[in-house]
């Protein structure tokens, strides 16, 4: 057990979601709004317009996946529940830990979590981002946002992604074969790794995503010791630009050429359910997969606050720590720490 009088804040970064159908386009605004996001030429002129544009349009086209799940995002409710149970499992081992919620586009956004850490006399904060993989559009956004509103002197220390942990692998790992296990026959199964898409030029501008994504798939194949065949697909394309491919509709379709029976999706980069793995996996493709005449459709489960991936958040954390205790980092002036 690990004893300190010093009191660490944890901060979890998460998208964020709409609560209510109401705060989907708001919650779009904000997304568009975003430079990590939309940049072009002239974007500070033109951003904002555009992303009103954006929001209004592509509200209208997702509502039926909220109001399928409920009618809000999960998100948050399961992000709170990562947040306390992580603080428990760093009391347990002798931390005097508070966790905090940091939502990039809806409430609790990133100042409101400051603010509360500030409140709670936090000596030193690990930054803790849930994407698994590091992408200048999630991981990095959520740390541009941090850096407009945090300037205290305090030990900062980060985690960059955590895809290769192994025992976030194996949290992962617990899932697949739960839903591997609901099939007759769980080694015939397709395994369809999901991940979700950016665009292209995001990935040409040097963006780690991609390559990260297909090197989670290889260690989780080879740490789950599943000999299924498998491929890796691409979900949640917006716009006309290109994005990253194949989409999970089209290698559906392919899948259904190539008359397999039975698939099982294992969404790759989210840590918790939300809209894309409910309403677009668990629903839509669901819905769509019995038309095209596959017999069994199963997705594995989100991580949420599994006892496994909560054990793993504390090991990442004291590893941010230990890793970073010579060289901290106030306020992310010096860069980041994988």
């Known amino acids: 057990m690990t004893c300190t009088s010093r009191r660490l804040g944890v901060v ?5 979601g709409p609560d209510r159908l109401e705060d989907i386009e708001p919650f779009l605004y904000n997304l568009f709004c975003d430079p ?14 555009l992303a009103k544009l954006i929001s209004t349009t592509r509200a209208r086209k997702v509502e039926h996946h909220y109001a399928a799940i409920g009618g809000g995002s999960p998100i948050r409710r399961f992000t709170e529940r990562q947040a306390r149970a992580l603080e ?5 081992r002798g931390i005097d830990a508070r966790c905090f919620v940091a939502m990039r586009y809806w409430h609790p956004f990133t100042s409101e979590a400051i603010q509360q850490l500030r409140a709670a006399r936090c000596d030193e904060v690990v930054l803790l981002p849930l ?25 900062v220390y980060c985690v960059e992604n955590f895809y290769r942990h192994e025992a976030y692998l194996d949290a992962v790992i617990e899932k697949v074969d739960e839903a591997l296990a609901r099939f007759a026959v769980p080694e015939r199964v397709e395994i369809v790794f999901s991940a979700h898409s950016v665009p292209v030029s995001v990935i040409e ?5 991609q390559r990260q994504i297909e090197d989670t798939v290889r260690l989780l194949v080879h740490r789950g010791g599943w000999g299924n065949r498998h491929r890796l697909c691409y979900q949640s394309k917006v716009g006309a630009s290109k994005w990253l491919q194949p989409s999970l509709h089209r290698t559906l379709h392919d899948l259904a050429a190539e008359q397999a029976r039975e698939v099982c999706v294992v969404p790759v ?9 409910l309403g677009e996996i668990d629903h839509t493709a669901r819905e769509e ?5 596959i017999a069994q459709f199963e997705m594995s489960a989100g991580l949420n606050d599994s006892p496994k991936f909560i054990q793993a958040l504390g090991q990442i954390v004291l590893r941010a720590m230990g890793e970073s205790v010579q060289r901290f980092i106030p306020a992310l002036h010096r860069g980041f720490l994988a």
């Open 269 to 277: 980069a989210f840590v918790s359910d939300h809209v894309e793995t």
């Open 131 to 155: 994407y698994p993989q590091y992408s200048s559009t999630t991981t990095g956004s959520s740390l541009n946002e941090w850096r407009k509103h945090f300037y205290d002197d305090m030990p």
């Open 205 to 209: 501008k040097g963006d780690p995503y």
């Open 289 to 293: 997969v019995r038309r095209l005449g």
């Open 12 to 16: 979890l970064f998460q998208l964020g």
């Open 36 to 49: 990590d996001i939309i940049d072009f030429p002239f974007a500070r002129i033109g951003r904002r317009p």
């Open 88 to 92: 428990a499992e760093l009391s347990s």
